[in-house]
């Protein structure tokens, strides 16, 4: 108890949680008598019960209890009418599509004669540690649904999934296959928060009240998608960023995914997430059984950034490759905007002395350099070093960069075909197609079929030859479009829906296979900016690339809806020239600034820079490495929003509450007005902090302030004109 006690408070809860304390231990509770299941996390707890009729019903979800007397019973419910049975009114935890049921199913299915209903039974459960399986069965057929549960109760998350088990003599196919359906307490007034967008313009916060309907997030694209996110956020009405409830959830699946969020008629709010049921069809045979991905979700009592900072550790800690002991992020140089496609060795090395005289820490050799990649047009494909532009192949420029000790970085895209390419002239029948319809290119590529094992395995060997060959210790990993014509000539008509889904297993199976034979290979997950951003590549993958925007304010509301979901760890955010992207122009101090609150990188072309712009870069680094363990491992507490103030500021907490730098960025000063005050965030009201302005901005001249005074008095900083920034750095004063 007291080591629980102790990671606990390590994980900076705000009051002792005596409830989780107690029940800790024991992150599962099971009632033989009343057959109820009560999941516990230091922030939440999960019910569910069995009825006498047999069904699985949800019972709560919320803060967290500890007495499983406490909760009612799964009794069934009485019909209001014909029209409106009692299985519409019932909170069934993973309700088949069967009787009078109208609402979004979490499985369907259509047997071989046609039948097509399924009501699933409570028939088996088995609890081990943390994890919880509970199975469920038809009424009729041994068709089962396996519910995996899994808590982790240090993090405040819970984990569902399910499995589909065709236990009869005869195949069927599967229409709809959800992870998990979560219910709100019925009430009214709830908001949906959301992330949209598109190419460049990725993450943006949408917040709408839920009405009766349904409201349908999606990606129908084969990758997870700019348009919308894989991740949702209720709260009661009245959630602030530091205060009330909200419920969360994030999907880890890179392929086409749904989540529906659904108020009925009888005021109940439910969410029902997992593959998407748009084109999907999959024919399990006898014996065969269909996984869902897992739906991480979690409650707060703490406002929208309680739930973020939540997400945050646990996918710092839980989901991303080695976890806590992976490295911090090191500043990386990327020579795509600087170079495009004329990249070679005597031009990357020239960049390569320059950046690493800034500090940096990796050298990133993007687009360019192998077949005749000279343009989008052509190359991709052919995976061999270009001669012209590399007549020694990579290693005269590898070996420059490490010993510039710097580590090296290679762009690939090996899901992709060029038309024109020794590859697709070769194997034309690759591509994801449809045979007798026309191949839609985007950006004059199409996608190699990689649910295909053979092209799996010739990925598979391309990535495994190049990190052999060389000292490769970066991919950054692109896929620069969406599906179209998604056909399978090869398999079975009855299974050519099934690339959906083994597509993104076999992208996932390949990167599992290349980390393991490469231990040190890092990955970043690129889809033309933040196009494969989701839990289910962040298992695989050290950091993503957010948006090809870099231009800075635009930076800003993408980097805030961002991160409503993932940690500033993974987000690449590199420094680039201006004017860009909307030909805006902004200080290079602000654009570091901007950059700091992720994963440094540096996109400009350093030919150009002055002697005073690269001084600028070389301090800036240097202030970020100081800073970095805080920013990519600490919580994050939004202050202010670019959506509502003509501020933005953003507070970073270390890990261990000894360090804490502000963020602070103007957009346009109107009137001549000060900035407002800024009210930080989670200090220790009783330390004192020294408080160090990393310019002359700070109107505050004490060199120490306590925490009572910073959260209650503020901070002002004096920020002029258009486009200025600050940083101030607290360190907790012994
Ligand atoms: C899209 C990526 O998002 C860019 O950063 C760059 O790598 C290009 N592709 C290269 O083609």
Known sequence: MRSTTLRILAGRLAVPCLVCAAVHAQSIRYTEGRKIWLLTTRESSYAMGVGPDGALRNLYWGGPLWRVEDLPAAAPRRDISSFDPRQMLENEEFPGWGGPRYYEPAVKIAREDGDRDLVLRYASHRIQGDGLDITLKDVNDPIEVTLHYRVYPDYGIVARSATVRNGTTRAFTVNSAQSAAWYLPPGDGYRLTYLSGRWAAETQINREPIHEGQKVLESRKGHTSHNFNPWFSIDAGNAGEEHGRVWFGALAWSGNWRITVEQTPYRQV?????????????????????????????????????????????????ILPGGLSSRLRPVLYNSWEATTFNVNEAGQKALAEKASKLGVELFVVDDGWFGKRNNDRA?????????????????????????????????????????????????????????????????????????????????????????????????????????????????????????????????????????ARHPKLEIESCSGGGGRVDLGILQRVDEVWASDNTEAFDRLRIQEGFSQVYPAKVMSAWVTDVPNMNTRSTPLAYRFLVAMQGALGIGANLNRWSDSDSALATKMIALYKRIRSTVQLGDLHRLLSPRESDVTANQYISADGKQSVVFAFRHSQEYNTAAPTLYLQGLEEKALYKVEATDNKLVERQPQLSGAYLMRAGLNVNLRGDFDSTAVILERVQ
Do not use: C
């Open 379 to 515: 190359g991709l494909g052919d995976w061999f070093v270009n001669p012209q532009k590399f007549p020694q192949g990579l290693k005269p420029l590898i070996d420059a960069v490490n010993q510039l000790n710097m580590d090296f970085g290679l762009w690939v895209e090996p899901e992709m075909i060029n038309a024109d390419s020794d590859l697709y002239r070769a194997h034309p029948d690759w591509v994801i197609n449809f045979t007798s319809r026309p191949r839609s290119e985007l950006r004059n590529q199409m996608i190699l079929n990689m649910a295909r094992s053979d092209v799996k395995e010739y990925i598979f060997g391309l990535l495994d030859k190049l990190a052999t060959e060389y000292n490769i210790r970066y991919f950054k990993w692109d896929m620069n479009r969406s599906f179209s014509e998604p056909g399978w000539p090869e398999a079975d008509a009855a299974d050519e829906q099934k690339l959906w889904v083994q597509y993104v297993r076999n992208l996932y199976e390949i990167i599992d296979r290349l980390r």
């Open 270 to 318: 439910r969410v029902t997430g997992g593959m998407n049921s748009f084109d999907f069809a999959y024919r399990l045979k006898p014996g065969e059984s269909l996984d869902t991905p897992q739906f991480f979700a979690g409650f707060s009592a703490a406002g929208f950034g309680g739930a973020s900072r939540t997400l945050h550790r646990f996918t710092r800690e839980k």
